[in-house]
């Protein structure tokens, strides 16, 4: 099989699925990049698995068969993906060709050499049968699918990712839950001392079996890479997600993600969100998170806590910072604050993450005690409710 491309199509594609290579194959074959160059279609598919994620793309290529490999199966055969990848990154701009053929010293052509050849190079590689390469997971077109504007997905996935656990030992939690509304799509991310919870309108959206609700929990790794496949699309691109029992697939053009779902039930976040509060606080969220970061510098010196004192009397906002032995800041600014004047302490990190999250020039802060969930919220804008659980202050 030949194939002739040019080196930015090649790389580009060779970076995208090889995201999916385990840095420890299990098997050999895992550590290998499928490539399949079809004659009819003249385009040539990438796929690379871990057995966990998926990640398969194709683009357009001058693709012939040559007399040595006419049959199928010599029409595809796996490459060692990291050093493909690290040598077609490397090439200059221009024409790129690449052919293989069985190895005769292999037996019965379960061994493949492969040449590509540029304007001024030319590397061999010793590749591997795709008889064993595993399928990527297929999930029946009768099953439940979505269609939805790249835009919903990306918001959804932005503001909720940040969010998720990154203990091993809670896996439902490793990823971010997504649920079908009758009119926005809902993510949700947690860590046990946070949530994130989004609602991306999708008027664009489409479920082909209404009689299903869609209930997915996707791991974070696998919903990361969807989020640099969206980065290359438009806002109004429309993805396909496709799920059953095990799999779930998201389907752009030419580009398909696979993910296995997350076992286990989602907590029921909805019932920790306090549904009224006594104290209300109003703040721009760039100032906000400017000071964070200023008092941050010394909070990290210590430890991650910063206080949070509401006077409502003066309507100002102030943040402090005291590590002994080290240091204290004291950053100040005006609020519009109702209900009595409080001092309530958080995790400056998860403060921050969540002001980066909500997107919009003014926020709303809403509590009821230093001991009870605060509710952080966009002020116009995307539909998001940030609840992050206060650290008890000291006597």
Request: aromatic share 6%; net charge negative.
């Amino acid at each position: 099989m030949k194939l002739v491309c040019s080196q930015s199509d090649l790389s580009t594609n060779l970076s995208l699925v090889s995201r999916a290579v385990p840095s420890r194959p299990t098997h050999p074959v895992l550590g290998n990049v499928l490539l399949a160059g079809s004659e009819e279609t003249q385009r040539v598919n990438l796929t690379a698995f871990d057995l966990s994620l998926g990640i398969q793309t194709s683009f357009a290529a001058q693709v012939e068969a040559t007399q040595q490999v006419a049959d199928t199966e010599s029409s595809t055969l796996t490459l060692p993906a990291k050093l493909l990848n690290d040598i077609v990154s490397r090439l200059p701009e221009g024409e790129i060709t690449l052919w293989w053929e069985a190895d005769e010293a292999e037996e019965e052509g379960q061994g493949f050499s492969a040449t590509l050849t540029s304007a001024s190079g030319h590397y061999q590689f010793k590749g591997m049968s795709a008889q064993d390469f595993p399928d990527l997971p297929v999930i029946a077109t009768g099953e439940e699918a979505l269609t939805l504007p790249v835009e919903a997905l990306s918001q959804g996935l932005g503001s909720t990712l940040f969010a998720v656990s990154t203990d091993e030992t809670k896996q439902v939690l490793t990823g971010v839950h997504i649920t079908q509304t009758d009119e926005a799509l809902e993510f949700a991310g947690t860590d046990g001392h946070r949530l994130a919870v989004v609602q991306a309108q999708s008027e664009n959206s489409e479920l082909s079996n209404q009689n299903s609700e869609l209930a997915v929990t996707i791991p974070a790794r696998a919903l990361r890479e969807l989020e640099r496949i969206l980065g290359t699309r438009t806002h109004s691109d429309l993805v396909a997600l496709r799920w059953d029992e095990g799999q779930v697939t998201f389907e752009l053009g030419d580009q398909r993600l696979t993910s296995r779902k997350l076992e286990g039930d989602y907590p029921t976040y909805q019932q920790l969100i306090p549904s009224q509060f006594s104290r209300q606080m109003s703040v721009e969220r760039r100032r906000l998170l400017s000071s964070l970061e200023l008092v941050a510098v010394l909070a990290d010196q210590k430890n991650s806590i910063v206080k949070f004192s509401l006077d409502s009397d003066n309507q100002q906002l102030s943040l402090s910072v005291d590590a002994p032995d080290v240091g204290s800041a004291k950053e100040s600014m005006p609020a519009q604050i109702t209900g009595e004047s409080t001092d309530i302490a958080f995790n400056v990190k998860y403060l921050m993450d969540g002001l980066k999250a909500l997107k919009a020039n003014d926020i709303q802060m809403q509590l009821n005690s230093g001991t009870q969930p605060v509710i952080f919220t966009p002020l116009g804008g995307l539909k998001m409710t940030y609840l992050v659980m206060p650290v008890q202050l000291r006597s």
